[in-house]
């Protein structure tokens, strides 16, 4: 099987030959730079390549997000941190030497007239900018090699989270009770957008995944309530699963952190199939979620904290997710970015214990 057929027939449920091998989440800067004192080849340039893995969906380069962006702008550095705007209009405090969040400070939309003004300045779904670039030759070259292709990925593909990056974290939240209608309004403008540029495409590309980025979760779980996801998304994911259904694309998925489990109905319910990284640190066990939610794909499930403890723990880890891999519907990756407490030693031992697990070795 290649690329493509593998992918697809592991998530829908179908036979396949074995999972896909994938290292989909980077390694933070801070790690990378620990596995190169720590003797990584020089050759050695992409954590993802370095072991031959599967080739994960590759995300078509149109433009959904602001058009045009907002220009990056400085405004303040000192030797620990930098103060900016950056292309989404967001105004940040960055620390400059160690891993961190952004500390947000100021977001551009404060009321409907600020939404007003950019719906018009940067959210046309017109705007000729977004289908500028290469997307259909890499598109060509790409079904050519029986690669699975995706449209949509962070930050620009997003409901809720386009919302919070309009409004801001807790600004959003309270605006589902204070601006019901300006919610609605984000929301159903954002998905036509969408829509409007993926009509563009589909005609051109081949597409196997529709991917919408949310991180709407966190350890206690969702951030909003089932009511309100049904209220407020639902039905703008309908609207991206009909579009989905008319243009024969098989996935619908999402990515969110945290403990999903919550929304996990109504989101099946609007045509979601496909959810990760399904941490662990938050609950999201993938053996539960598999006897929960059948016809429900996931990847990631795997704890990175593992990693940090060395070879005992991240054979514990690969057994503890087994029984999923066996039911299928699922690809065995970690369930986040890779930090600087795990070595370089401990991560080729992943890779590598990870590689036999899924029958690649």
């Keep these: 099987m290649n690329d493509r057929e593998r992918f697809l027939a592991c998530l829908l449920g179908k036979p396949a030959d074995r999972p896909p091998y994938w290292l989909y989440w980077d390694p933070w800067p801070t790690t990378w730079q620990r596995w190169e004192r720590e003797g990584k080849p020089a050759e050695v340039t992409d954590h993802r390549t370095f072991m031959d893995p599967d080739q994960p969906p590759l995300v078509l380069p149109v433009n959904c997000g602001p058009c045009p962006a907002f220009e990056p702008v400085v405004l303040e550095e000192t030797e620990d941190y930098v103060v900016h705007i950056d292309g989404l209009g967001i105004k940040r405090r960055d620390l400059k030497h160690s891993m961190s969040m952004s500390e947000f400070l100021e977001f551009p939309v404060k009321d409907r007239r600020d939404w007003e003004r950019l719906k018009q300045e940067r959210f046309d779904p017109d705007h000729p900018d977004r289908l500028r670039g290469p997307w259909r030759e890499l598109g060509a070259e790409w079904m050519r090699r029986g690669y699975p292709i995706q449209l949509g990925e962070y930050p620009s593909v997003s409901l809720y989270g386009g919302l919070r990056w309009l409004l801001g974290d807790e600004e959003c939240l309270a605006a589902f009770y204070t601006m019901p209608d300006l919610v609605h309004d984000i929301m159903d403008h954002l998905t036509s957008l969408f829509l409007t540029v993926f009509e563009q495409v589909v005609h051109e590309v081949r597409v196997d995944m529709i991917h919408i980025w949310e991180d709407m979760c966190g350890r206690q779980g969702p951030l909003i309530s089932p009511q309100h996801w049904r209220e407020f998304m639902g039905p703008n994911y309908r609207r991206i699963k009909a579009f989905a259904d008319e243009h024969g694309i098989p996935l619908l998925s999402v990515d969110t952190d945290g403990n999903p489990r919550l929304i996990v109905p109504p989101m099946m319910e609007a045509g979601v199939n496909y959810i990760f990284p399904m941490e662990v640190a938050a609950g999201a066990d993938v053996n539960d979620f598999q006897a ?65 697990l899924v029958g690649k070795a």
Excluded: N, T
């Excluded at 999923?324 to 519907?329: D, L």
């Excluded at 991560?347 to 990870?354: P, R, S, V």
């Design 292 to 356: 929960s939610f059948p016809g429900l794909a996931m990847m990631g499930g795997i704890d990175k904290r593992a990693l940090a403890e060395g070879p005992e723990a991240i054979d514990r880890e690969l057994e503890r997710i087994r029984p999923a891999v066996e039911c299928g519907r699922y690809i065995p990756d970690l369930d986040h970015c890779v930090p600087d407490d795990v070595s370089w030693e401990h991560y080729c031992y992943y890779a590598e214990a990870l590689k036999r």
